[in-house]
């Protein structure tokens, strides 16, 4: 998958060169480019934000500087990602429909919003992380592509996929790693029994408990 990142804050994606996702670059699965949306401004200042008709708080991204990094990485198999409160809620069906694009592009909004003439022209995908508002697409827009890449086949196993929270309406559940036995804080015994079909029957149970316990919304579905 080829990702266009198109932002004023490229620096703010370093986050992406980490861990699996470093990997996933290292071994051609992903592609990431970052694009900083000034160097498209044709105003001799690199300008790319203005006052919002009619008035108002804050300063609007500007339609021009967008419109032509938009053009300059779009293809006929580009798929277009803006992060915005008002999108489609990201979830686990949504990040599995979208890992599934060959060319993801990700218009990343900041101050108070873009001149909706992107929108109009564009369509983008909007896509949330939530109810709450954020300061700029860039945050949203890697929680968006990190939830993504990691259902990109290859990247992690299928058994890792299957067994987290959310695979099977189900949060994960707890696991222990070396030593046994921590300061008497012991690892349940049934861990260390070597019998799979007992600690595949306690793994099923702990994460029915669990989700009762912190999300029962889960089960209602
Ligand atoms: N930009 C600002 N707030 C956001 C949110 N909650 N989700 C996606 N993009 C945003």
Known sequence: MIIDILTLFPEAFSYLDNSILKRAKESGLLEINIHDIRDFSLDKHKKCDDYPFGGGAGMLMSVQPIYDAVNNVLTDHSKIVMPSPSGEKLSVTLAQELSKEEHLI??????????HRVNE??????????????????????????????????????????????????????QYTRPAN??????????????????????????????????PDLLKK
């Not at 990700?106 to 001149?115: A, P, Q, V």
């Not at 300061?183 to 349940?188: A, L, N, S, T």
């Open 106 to 115: 990700f218009i990343c909004g900041h101050y108070e919003g873009i001149d």
């Open 121 to 174: 022209i564009f369509n983008p995908l909007e896509v949330s992380i939530g109810d709450y508002v954020l300061t700029g697409g860039e945050l949203p827009a890697m929680v968006i592509i990190d939830t993504i890449s990691r259902f990109i086949e290859g990247v992690i196993s299928s058994e890792s996929l299957s067994e987290e929270s959310f695979s099977n309406g189900l949060l994960e559940y707890p």
């Open 182 to 215: 921590f300061m008497g804080y012991k690892v349940p015994d049934v861990l260390l029994s070597g019998n799979h079909a007992e600690v595949d029957n306690w793994r099923k149970e702990q994460s029915l408990k669990k989700t009762m316990e912190k999300r």
